[in-house]
């Protein structure tokens, strides 16, 4: 089954006509989400293959405005181009489930309430609290209310606060084919990382040999498929191993948000197949990116390798950097200094620098 | 004095990658004021000529996210080139008036506060109090809180509650130039338009008259300009009527929010030199208009005429209508349908159908 990442913006701070911020949609067969979602990713997604109407998760890794912004007006004009939902339906059935730190539900409601904007599905928030360690050192200088308070939005349900468990991780959802966790990143602001684990997809059947063995088709097969050792009406006794190919390991994608340093994540994150990982500034700018919140390409690479990651692709690049392509004036730099640079750490040929409306092909792992 | 208005986004609803949502900017000499800020302003801003910081007022017809939803991210990117203010000369002199809704200050407060986004600089949002018959029928339905409550935010000013005034009025503000003004009109929500009226500019001095009458140029000079009858050293009597031009008459330019009727607005409105005024649907499609809060471009031209303007700018179209100048698919439809609507009712030659990036001159009226 095939996995994609686009890339709908890959600029960090702020949009220009030529880039958009932070938005990446992973696609797998039925699934479609979308990853931070800065403003104009809605404009981004109708420039792209993607449907808006298909993404039914949104992943907000932490609320700098570069990364949540667009997130309100996504949601509206999602709203004006789906159906109507009875009202009976949409507290059954949410059509867009929304994850991210405390405070979001609060954000989204004002901006929907106060712009009077009804939403015709039905839409979740569900919070992650930050842990103490997340906090920055102003955290008491700014006094948000971030709990939200009073009714729901019209098209609300109610959403569950997730806390960190005792592996260390947010547990978000599990369902038939996927695991998804997030964990905390340091930032500026409390932020997460998420894990996407593809569970391990069973073997695939041997059709010609069951056929010789005499195995009927039908509901055997899906036992058999499952591992388990059927025997037939003759007496004869069918062991999966014999007619099952080796099961496959599910792919892991794990999606960082902002950092300059994701170590807490070290473990939940080990052996991913891609890593996406911010590189806003150069190596030679490193004490700035360290001031703000931010990863060099060394810094990234370097994590990747720490993780055993089987490649990285780096996003969110300072404005200073033109995209790949682009014609250069003369003193400007491109991003392809930032790959370069996260190559001589992780080694040629498994780092992108992602571009707008690129999107990556996640392999099945080769086994 | 020129004075320009620059079209950022003239679509309805939502943007698309070909153009914006509603943003205007008036440019004189050293004024440069915005007209509602939907999401992506900030880029369509970066294409055009108008340079981001040179923004002082940013005016808010009302709260819906397609006039609204750019306003934050406008701000944080111009923050962000903006040299920081000491605390001192913040509060002493504002960078940037806000002027919108009730419930503007409570939106913009939450916003940047959740995404902890610092302001380099000082604003001020005052907000205008809608009277009764502004507020829908179903204005009971929705339960936000429109009232700002909690600290200021740190780069926030305490702004002003502004109440209709005995001439039916919200009176803005006055500097030497400009007297601006807000009035009711209707729609689904609170919605204003503005008044800009520029002030009778004194007439010209005829320099070569003063020369030959001998007067010695310096502060006489301005204080008949002024108007004032002054006596030279020698005794003789200058009266302005025979050295000073005829005074002109200042500009007024009124920009609409949206409306199904901007009644409300007909003698405020009167005499406008320039009126933009939005045309989201057809004339055939009035009825649909009408219940989504919208005017034709028959309505549109009425009013124009009702009030007497001497120019009509159409803006905020339907995004069933392609740009002027964008290759028609078979079934599609262009603006210029709703010019030709307008110039029906409005007579040829006074109407524009306003295009993203286009800029339009108010000319200096004749006399
Ligand atoms: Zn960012
Ligand atoms: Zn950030
Ligand atoms: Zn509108
Ligand atoms: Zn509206």
Redesign the interface.
């Known amino acids: 089954m095939s996995m994609d990442l686009t890339f709908l913006g890959t600029a960090s ?5 030529n880039r958009g911020v932070s938005c990446i949609v992973l696609k797998s067969d039925r699934q479609c989400w979308m990853f931070d979602c800065g ?2 990713s ?2 981004q997604v ?2 792209s293959s993607i449907k808006a109407a298909k993404i039914n998760k949104i992943f907000i890794t932490h ?3 570069d990364h ?3 997130l ?2 996504f949601l ?2 999602l709203s ?1 181009n789906m159906p109507e939902q009875t009202s009976q339906e949409t507290s059954q059935n949410p059509s867009v489930e929304i994850y991210g730190p405390l ?2 539900r ?2 989204l409601r ?2 929907l ?5 009804p939403i015709s599905f039905s839409y979740i928030v569900h919070e992650l609290e930050p842990v103490e360690e997340q906090l920055p050192q102003d955290w008491e200088e ?5 709990t939200s308070s ?2 729901l939005h ?1 098209g609300e349900g109610e959403g569950r606060t997730i806390r960190r468990d005792e592996t260390g991780a947010w547990h978000l959802f599990e369902d038939s084919r996927f695991v998804v966790k997030a964990g905390a990143i340091y930032h ?2 409390p932020c997460f990382g998420f894990i996407i684990q593809e569970k391990t997809l069973p073997g695939k059947l041997d059709a010609a040999k069951l056929k010789e063995l005499g195995v009927p088709p039908g509901p055997l097969y899906s036992r058999i498929k499952q591992g388990e050792t059927v025997t037939l009406d003759n007496g004869q006794v069918i062991d999966p191993k014999d007619v099952v190919g080796p099961s496959r390991p599910g792919r892991k994608v794990v999606i960082l948000g902002d950092t300059h340093d994701p170590s807490p994540l070290t473990s939940l994150a080990q052996g991913a197949d891609v890593l996406v990982h911010e590189a806003t500034l150069e190596n030679n700018m490193r004490a700035k990116a360290l001031e703000v919140g931010h990863s060099t390409p060394e810094m990234a690479a370097t994590f990747a390798k720490t993780i055993g990651a089987k490649s990285l692709i780096l996003t969110h690049f300072s404005q200073r950097y033109r995209p790949l392509g682009a014609t250069l004036e003369k003193g400007e730099e491109s991003v392809s200094k930032l790959q370069e640079e996260a190559e001589a750490v992780f080694g040629p040929g498994d780092v992108i620098a992602a571009q707008d409306l690129q999107t990556v092909h996640v392999q099945q792992p080769n086994c």
Not at 13 to 17: D, G, L, V
Not at 142 to 146: A, F, I, K, M
Request: aromatic letters at 10%; one cysteine or more; glycine letters at 14%.
């Open positions: 701070c702020y949009p220009m006509p403003e104009g809605q404009t109708m420039k609320l700098h405005g949540l912004f667009g309100q007006g509206c004009t004006q405070g979001l609060r954000y004002t901006c309430e106060l712009s009077r904007s700014w006094h948000p209310e971030h009073g009714l019209p500026r602001v």
